[in-house]
């Protein structure tokens, strides 16, 4: 046996006492552990000033990834640093409330020989559109984007390029698309003779490209989009807030209504994300994130992606971390996350893997050659041995140097585990309810072409009925063709039907 081998295994604490030393403000994680036994001395921490380098918390369905999510949370609420979590199952919910004294928790405490005080952090709780309990969460179509939105509607790359085509003709027009309405009505334009002749400038948009989006818009209606497009649109500034006593605002995404509803959602997180790095500043390497940012179902947000949508997202990541912002991806293995966006991500908790199958077998050999080679454990049996609540970890240490693998018996979390008991009581009363509860319908797109043609047809003079067929010239104005020809009325009809509706919900 090697003799740097040897003498690691006979003082393991030391070593890796020494590998996670931190000078500055650092979350503790855990003690290591080595040949099944606890190491007190073996203290696993991640310094703050790494975080903005990014991380992965990964593991097999029941092996601890929420409550390894919760713990991170805690801890930065604690040191001041605001934290976006996507809550999938309604309980990081809990994270407002104490723990229970007692239970697993005290015991997972005792074990590594830590205090366990029970204690609530500052959250609010959001929701899409309002969908399930929480404060509405909503944007524009505008400020979505043609990238996000083909996502959400799983278009392939011709259907994408075309609603970059539909986009630019809104913002030159001065059209605003602010929800899935608005974005019908110029499709719908487009797909008129006039509307053709008014897009050759930049770009033609087939028939049948405009059928597809057509229907994908009525499924995405159907499927929470009528919910989260629309205004107010959310302001990412309440995301960085701390509370008076100077934590960090834990903000949990509560996703448990729309679990059925995976291409939103992913691509909200996603969304979300976009904003922060479009409006924060440039602040370089900080002593601490200014946010943390937990993208949970991760794998989602991968799936049947386009190329040009996989390039955001790994130039969004790569970026992200001069504006001091964190990004953690939270999945079942690392193979699920792109190769472009994984070497980005230094900090890692592997969870168990499980090899039942050939296929896992595969897998867990494939997730192993993402890691540091170790000297200290056999990863292919570590990872499939690990208890519930232990992770194989490796972070970037303040030096920026990948530090060894480490068997690691996480610390438990000091808030509840449970979901909250009044989640939506909690999100009405929060100030940010106030702002954003209520949706408003403002006038946009649709309402912007059915009054040019109201304008339009009380200008026309009353000519005398003329026997026969004649054929009407074109105006020169093609919208004013559009609202005029048969896809326009029909358009107009849809408003005035929308209006309708709208008054009788009034009284």
């Not at 797909?191 to 229907?215: C, M, N, Q, Y």
């Not at 530090?403 to 449970?418: D, E, G, N, W, Y």
Request: hydrophobic fraction near 40%; charge should be negative.
């Amino acid at each position: 046996m090697p003799g740097a081998l040897l003498a690691a295994m006979t003082d393991f604490g030391k070593t890796i006492a020494n590998a996670y030393t931190v000078e500055g403000e650092a979350l503790d994680l855990g003690r290591g552990v080595h040949d099944g036994k606890l190491d007190a001395d073996a203290v696993v921490q991640l310094p703050l000033a790494t975080m903005n380098r990014h991380g992965l918390i990964a593991g097999a369905t029941g092996t601890g990834k929420t409550r390894t999510l919760q713990l991170f949370a805690e801890q930065l609420s604690a040191a001041g640093v605001p934290v976006v979590a996507a809550d999938m199952k309604g309980d990081v919910s809990g994270i407002a409330e104490p723990g229970e004294t007692g239970g697993p928790a005290e015991k997972r405490a005792k074990e590594l020989g830590q205090d366990f005080t029970p204690t609530g952090f500052p959250a609010e709780f959001l929701a899409l559109g309002g969908i399930g309990p929480g404060v509405p969460v909503r944007a524009t179509v505008s400020d979505f984007g043609p990238l996000l939105l083909g996502k959400v509607l799983d278009a392939n790359e011709t259907q994408e390029q075309s609603l970059s085509l539909v986009f630019r003709y809104a913002d030159d027009k001065g059209l605003p698309i602010l929800d899935v309405s608005d974005l019908r009505a110029l499709l719908s334009f487009f797909d008129s003779k006039e509307g053709k002749e008014d897009l050759k400038g930049l770009g033609g948009v087939s028939t049948s490209t405009i059928g597809v989006l057509l229907r994908s818009l009525t499924q995405l209606e159907d499927g929470g989009g009528k919910e989260f497009f629309g205004e107010p649109q959310l302001d990412i500034a309440d995301l960085l807030r701390t509370a008076p006593d100077g934590r960090g605002v834990i903000s949990c995404l509560e996703l448990p209504a729309v679990q059925d509803k995976p291409q939103l959602f992913s691509t909200v997180l996603m969304w979300l994300l976009a904003e922060l790095f479009e409006q924060l500043p440039e602040v370089g390497d900080l002593p601490k994130p200014k946010l943390v940012f937990f993208f949970d179902e991760a794998h989602l947000l991968f799936d049947g992606a386009t190329d040009a949508f996989l390039d955001s997202v790994v130039q969004t990541v790569r970026l992200i971390r001069s504006k001091g912002v964190g990004v953690f991806f939270i999945t079942q293995t690392p193979k699920d996350i792109p190769s472009d966006v994984l070497g980005q991500l230094g900090n890692r908790v592997q969870h168990a893997l499980r090899a039942f199958t050939p296929a896992d077998a595969k897998a867990l050999k494939a997730a192993i050659t993402t890691y540091p080679r170790s000297e200290l454990y056999d990863l292919e049996e570590l990872l499939t041995q690990l208890g519930i609540g232990e992770a194989a970890v490796t972070i970037l240490s303040e030096s920026g140097v990948p530090t060894p693998v480490v068997h690691t018996r996480l610390r438990a979390p000091l808030a509840s585990m449970k979901p909250a008991a009044d989640v939506n009581g909690a999100a009405k009363a929060s100030p940010l309810y106030a702002e954003y509860g209520t949706a408003i319908d403002r006038e946009s797109a649709r309402e912007l072409l059915a009054a040019r043609m109201t304008t339009q047809e009380a200008e026309k003079p009353v000519l005398a009925p003329k026997r026969g067929t004649t054929t009407k010239e074109p105006s020169g104005d093609p919208v004013k063709d559009f609202l005029g020809s048969r896809q326009g009325k029909a358009l107009q009809r849809e408003v005035v039907r929308g209006m309708f509706g709208l008054l009788r919900k009034r009284l």
